[in-house]
């Protein structure tokens, strides 16, 4: 099951509660690191087709205001968080 997380909040805890009563939710992070995580991030979203048009900075901030909730809100959901960039190597 793949849980995405949902700008409308009542709606989101309540999936993640049916969720978490009937599932075993993993949730998958680029890195423990922050700045990590935001710099493989970024680069993957620069060059996806419907982000062409966004400036560099404007993304960049996206990434980085968006990827900063999620790490908190799937430590509430989740039973297993698992770190897929390996340790030591650089984006």
Do not use: W
């Not at 890195?31 to 966004?54: A, C, N, P, W, Y």
């Not at 990434?63 to 959901?77: E, G, S």
Request: glycine share 4%; net charge positive.
């Amino acid at each position: 099951m793949v849980y995405k997380l949902n700008k409308n909040a009542e709606t989101s805890k309540k999936v993640g509660e049916t969720a978490k009563k009937n599932s075993l939710i993993i949730g998958l992070l680029p890195s423990q690191k922050i700045k990590d995580s935001i710099k493989f991030l970024f680069k993957r979203e620069k060059v996806r087709t419907h982000f062409k048009g966004m400036s560099q900075i404007e993304l960049l901030n996206k990434v980085k205001k968006d990827y900063k909730k999620h790490p908190r809100r799937l430590k509430d959901i989740c039973d297993f968080i698992v770190y897929t960039k390996k340790p030591g190597k650089h984006s």
